[in-house]
């Protein structure tokens, strides 16, 4: 055992994704400070320390070479507005696809289908957009981050989703890589990081295996999927989060690097009339996990429903309905923020199952890893008894990796 | 011969697509009515009577449900910055397909492949879009049309573009239909079109066979293709308006049924240093034709070079320069207003070339018609000699027909 905490733990960070509750993204278009001030005055209520913001790439960016100033005007009043409200802000630079929908500028499917990163001439004008972005918000002392989209799963040429395509991987390796110094060079003080949707961790063909510096980026969305199939508020659900952090620091080369827990939420529709319940057993048990540096809630306010299109799943998981309303999951996460902030017991000396995860492990292999196969079904089981650490096997008898990740005894696979 | 004239042929109309000189059609996104107006003094100058304008479909309907008042005011706002230099304005709704880009909502991918005009969620959003701008543009005495977009031969479900599936075309009309229905109803006052691309009048698979009412549309990109093929002033080229102006009166079952003619234009890179020659020859041949109702140029002013990734053929064929300088093309469109207003000799006893073409015949047949083919070999080498018709083998012995058209004599095909 070990007292050396990792960087950042000492204080949980607690954020939102900002999705407005007048037009939702759709009102980057109409952008208004005062809308934006409403939200934020709602979540800094709760305690939060940061939002994440989403402006949309095609309409900052319309042509390959045109950067509207207007529209990084508009982020930057938007990132000021948080500051009224002492809100830290992490940007999403792009985000391709969201709830359900591709937002990507004309000019990107227009050369090839989707090759959002590795097409040349997209390529250039994705780099003027991240430098510029980056540049501009680097201006604003509250901004900590910037974050690549969109996950690593999404985006893709069509044609390259083989797994076997080795060559592609590290194609999107090279090239996530390369935007990521773009966004370093033109923002050295921020953390810029490339996020990965949970389904990174365990499902084939993933390209993007994330890059160096900064917390790992964990995305869950699986609760619902989870909880639709089994109890919503049974161990598979409730530890979720938990168990993808715990894959995300397995992962690491780096036994100490944090875990940064995004797009964490309870969609009302497929958790019904228990989100608070769900949303305090998610937090309790991944706040334990001493890997853990900060949840960022998805998300603010819900999507109206005069917004149609969108599939449920992207209605209804707001902190706050349209008209504002605390739901009973915002008020759970306040109270779970004051106590953590109060208080945050870490895990000790915990038990770590063992699995195959290593650096030469290839993603294909990461199935075994997914929720509903043998390995998950054995951590879910285990981990009702307490906090329980995911341990690649090649690092099994390293003694001074085991302290760093708080592990004390090693369990083999039944 | 008869001497009653198709309606509006009196006075020929001349207008002009406006791309605007500043930022392009991207410009709808920090709309400036006193950049509009400079582009639209620039158009006055020349005589136009109207102008055909492109609000973007995304930016007005970013969701299925949200139709932005401000993009709509921003429209209207155009429409009476054109009205302050007498120009009279045709709306064309949505494009889709614009200049090599693909412009649609975020939610019309989302749905099935650009099932544009038939998944029915789409046809919902889209007809409200329709009704909407429709109700808004038609308070405005100098509008004149509204358009449906895109042409027939874009933007449907790429896997029914065999021209075999009769049923596809069938709904494909059904649905226009539907939408120019909706349009009128929303705006009686206006002309409402569904304009074809010249393609739609030789090409295989053009399930939109156009609607009722109204002057038929054609629109002909073909010029540079056909130039750069042979003579960019040869008889071929310099024709090839003429040509599918009397290819879209053939095909009408009404004799005196206008033409207009759209889209018509002199890419300067594939017409290089004798655009004026190109101008001139290309609107004397179709001026005469008695079926035609009216020109609009493409378009007004050229494509930033900064704005990048168009196509070179994209970029240079505006009446003038982004600095807003007239072009050779744009001084010979005026001199030709100027004596076209003054005199117009429509042909008359015309000699017509027979064809196959027949309400029955199958738009696979019409490759007969197309560019290059032995009808449109045969048909330019006879329109050297002037005006020549091109008449449906079963109209050839209908006097009446034969009279509304102009038509002297019935040539066969040798």
Do not use: K
Not at 13 to 42: I, K, N, Y
Not at 101 to 108: A, C, K, T
């Amino acid at each position: 055992m070990t007292t050396q905490h990792p960087p950042g733990t000492d204080r949980l960070r607690f954020g939102a994704d900002h999705v407005p509750s007048a037009g939702r993204l759709r009102s980057w278009l109409d952008f208004s400070a005062d809308a934006a001030r409403r939200d934020f005055e709602d979540l800094a209520g709760l305690g939060l320390d940061h939002v994440r913001v989403l402006p949309i790439w095609p309409w900052i960016q319309p042509s390959r070479s045109l950067i509207r100033r207007r529209g990084i005007d508009d982020l930057l009043e938007l990132i000021d507005v948080a500051a009224e409200f002492a809100l830290e802000v992490a940007v999403d630079l792009w985000q391709g696809h969201l709830a359900s929908f591709d937002l990507l500028p004309s000019w990107v499917p227009a050369r090839h289908q989707y090759g959002v990163r590795t097409d040349a001439l997209v390529r250039t004008g994705l780099t003027a957009y991240v430098e510029q972005v980056c540049r501009a918000v680097a201006t604003r002392a509250n901004v900590f981050a910037v974050t690549l989209g969109p996950e690593a799963d999404h985006l893709r040429p069509a044609e390259r989703v083989d797994p076997a395509e080795r060559d592609d991987r590290a194609e999107q390796d090279v090239r996530t890589a390369e935007l990521l110094a773009a966004a370093r060079a033109a923002a050295p003080r921020l953390l810029t990081l490339c996020p990965l949707d949970g389904a990174a961790r365990h499902g084939p063909g993933q390209p993007v295996t994330g890059g160096p510096g900064g917390p790992v980026t964990v995305r869950t969305r699986g609760y619902g999927r989870i909880g639709a199939r089994e109890d919503p508020l049974g161990p598979a659900a409730t530890s979720h989060a938990d168990y993808l952090v715990e894959l995300a620091a397995a992962s690491s080369a780096d036994p100490l690097r944090p875990v940064w827990l995004q797009e964490v939420g309870v969609p009302r529709p497929e958790v019904p009339a228990t989100e608070a319940a769900a949303v305090r057993l998610t937090i309790d048990q991944v706040a334990a996990n001493p890997a853990l540096w900060g949840i960022t809630w998805r998300c603010s306010h819900d999507t109206d429903r005069r917004a149609a299109g969108f599939p449920d799943v992207e209605g209804e998981h707001g902190l706050f309905t349209v008209d504002r309303r605390r739901t009973p999951a915002a008020s759970q996460l306040a109270s779970r923020i004051a106590e953590l902030r109060a208080r945050r017991a870490l895990a000790v000396d915990r038990p770590a199952l063992v699995c195959d995860l290593g650096p030469d492990t290839p993603p294909g292999h990461r199935t075994e890893l997914a929720p509903g196969g043998a390995f998950h079904a054995e951590w879910v089981r285990l981990r009702r008894a307490g906090p329980l650490a995911v341990l690649p096997a090649h690092r099994a008898e390293d003694g001074a990796y085991l302290a760093a990740r708080r592990i004390g005894t090693v369990l083999a696979r039944t």
